[in-house]
C-alpha cells in the first residue's frame, strides 16, 4: 500500500468491517507480512450472528468450550459434536454462550452481549461442525453459503479474533459518548455504531493498530487524537493503548473464567454466566 503520508505495515494490524472480504484481501498483499486480527464483534457481523432488524438479539450463538471441547458439558469430542447438533437444533442461541452486560452510553441504552468468547474460541480452536451445526439452523440456506465462506475466510486469513471483554467494553461506552457529543453522524442504527465503537475499543485498549476504509471513522479517529497515516484508501489509525476508564465498581455477584488469545499477547476476560432461559 503507497499513498501520501503512507508509511510501513505495521507487525500487528486490527482490520475494520469492512475489509473481511477475498477482494480485500488480494488487493493488499501486504497484509500477510503482518499478524491479523478482528473484533469479535466484527466476526459475528460478517457471520450473520446478530440481527440487523433488531437493536439486541441474536439469529445464533456458539456454546464457549475450550481446546478439550466438551468440558463444559462433561462428555467426549464426538458426543459433544452430536449433543451440539441436537442442541443448535431447538436452541441456536446456546445456552452454554458467553454472556457480557454493557452498560448504557448516550449512542445506545444498556445491552447484553453474547458469544464472543465463543467465536474466538471456535476460531482460534477450528471448531468448524461446531460452528456450522449452529449457523445451519439459524440462516437461510443462501445466506449459509455465504456465511460459510466467510468462516473459511476468517479461519485462513486472520491469526486471531479478539473477544469483548470489560475492559474493551468500558472503552467502546466512553468512545460512544464521545461520538455523539462530537456531532458524528449514526449510520445505520444505533447498533451498527456501537459495533464501530467496540472494534474501535478493542484497538484503544490493545494498541494494535485499525485499519478501515471509512473516511467518517477517520475524521473521528483524528478527532481522538490519534495518528492516522493514509494508505491509498484505506487509514490505519494508531492509538496509544489505555487501561479502562474509570467508574464505579458494582459487585454483579457474576464470576468470569480467563481465555487466553492468540496471539499470546492479547488476554481477553468475559463473564461465562449463560443467559437465562427465555
Given at each position: 500500500?503507497?499513498?501520501?503520508?503512507?508509511?510501513?505495515?505495521?507487525?500487528?494490524?486490527?482490520?475494520?468491517?469492512?475489509?473481511?472480504?477475498?477482494?480485500?484481501?488480494?488487493?493488499?498483499?501486504?497484509?500477510?507480512?503482518?499478524?491479523?486480527?478482528?473484533?469479535?464483534?466484527?466476526?459475528?457481523?460478517?457471520?450473520?450472528?446478530?440481527?440487523?432488524?433488531?437493536?439486541?438479539?441474536?439469529?445464533?450463538?456458539?456454546?464457549?468450550?475450550?481446546?478439550?471441547?466438551?468440558?463444559?458439558?462433561?462428555?467426549?469430542?464426538d458426543?459433544?459434536?452430536?449433543?451440539a447438533?441436537?442442541h443448535?437444533?431447538?436452541?441456536?442461541?446456546?445456552r452454554?454462550?458467553?454472556?457480557l452486560t454493557?452498560?448504557?452510553?448516550?449512542?445506545?441504552?444498556?445491552?447484553?452481549?453474547?458469544?464472543?468468547?465463543?467465536?474466538?474460541?471456535?476460531?482460534?480452536?477450528?471448531?468448524?461442525?461446531?460452528?456450522?451445526?449452529?449457523?445451519?439452523?439459524?440462516?437461510?440456506?443462501?445466506?449459509?453459503?455465504?456465511?460459510?465462506?466467510?468462516w473459511?475466510?476468517?479461519?485462513?486469513?486472520?491469526?486471531?479474533?479478539?473477544?469483548?471483554?470489560?475492559?474493551?467494553?468500558?472503552?467502546?461506552?466512553?468512545?460512544?459518548?464521545?461520538?455523539?457529543?462530537?456531532?458524528?453522524?449514526?449510520?445505520?442504527?444505533?447498533?451498527?455504531?456501537?459495533n464501530?465503537?467496540?472494534?474501535?475499543a478493542?484497538?484503544?485498549?490493545?494498541?494494535?493498530?485499525l485499519?478501515?476504509?471509512?473516511?467518517?471513522?477517520?475524521?473521528?479517529?483524528?478527532?481522538?487524537?490519534?495518528?492516522?497515516?493514509?494508505?491509498?484508501?484505506?487509514?490505519?489509525?494508531?492509538?496509544?493503548?489505555?487501561?479502562?476508564?474509570?467508574?464505579p465498581?458494582?459487585?454483579?455477584?457474576?464470576?468470569?473464567?480467563?481465555?487466553?488469545?492468540?496471539?499470546p499477547?492479547?488476554?481477553?476476560?468475559?463473564?461465562?454466566?449463560?443467559p437465562?432461559?427465555?
Amino acid at each position: 500500500m503507497t499513498g501520501p503520508g503512507a508509511a510501513a505495515t505495521p507487525s500487528m494490524l486490527l482490520l475494520d468491517t469492512n475489509l473481511l472480504s477475498p477482494a480485500k484481501f488480494a488487493a493488499n498483499a501486504t497484509w500477510s507480512d503482518s499478524t491479523l486480527v478482528i473484533a469479535s464483534t466484527s466476526a459475528q457481523e460478517v457471520l450473520g450472528m446478530q440481527r440487523p432488524d433488531q437493536e439486541t438479539g441474536y439469529r445464533y450463538a456458539l456454546p464457549a468450550v475450550d481446546g478439550r471441547l466438551g468440558v463444559r458439558v462433561n462428555v467426549l469430542p464426538d458426543q459433544f459434536l452430536r449433543w451440539a447438533r441436537e442442541h443448535a437444533k431447538h436452541r441456536p442461541v446456546s445456552r452454554q454462550t458467553d454472556t457480557l452486560t454493557v452498560r448504557a452510553s448516550r449512542l445506545r441504552q444498556e445491552s447484553r452481549e453474547l458469544g464472543h468468547v465463543a467465536v474466538a474460541i471456535a476460531h482460534e480452536t477450528g471448531q468448524d461442525q461446531l460452528f456450522e451445526a449452529y449457523a445451519s439452523r439459524a440462516l437461510r440456506a443462501k445466506q449459509l453459503r455465504r456465511v460459510l465462506e466467510k468462516w473459511k475466510l476468517l479461519r485462513s486469513k486472520l491469526d486471531a479474533v479478539i473477544p469483548l471483554d470489560d475492559v474493551i467494553a468500558e472503552h467502546a461506552v466512553d468512545l460512544a459518548n464521545r461520538f455523539i457529543e462530537s456531532g458524528q453522524h449514526v449510520k445505520g442504527s444505533a447498533r451498527n455504531t456501537m459495533n464501530d465503537m467496540y472494534v474501535a475499543a478493542t484497538s484503544l485498549s490493545t494498541g494494535i493498530p485499525l485499519v478501515t476504509d471509512d473516511a467518517q471513522l477517520r475524521a473521528f479517529y483524528n478527532e481522538l487524537g490519534w495518528t492516522v497515516t493514509v494508505n491509498d484508501d484505506l487509514y490505519i489509525a494508531s492509538p496509544d493503548p489505555r487501561p479502562a476508564p474509570e467508574r464505579p465498581y458494582v459487585d454483579t455477584g457474576q464470576r468470569g473464567d480467563r481465555y487466553v488469545n492468540r496471539p499470546p499477547n492479547l488476554r481477553a476476560h468475559s463473564d461465562q454466566t449463560p443467559p437465562p432461559s427465555r
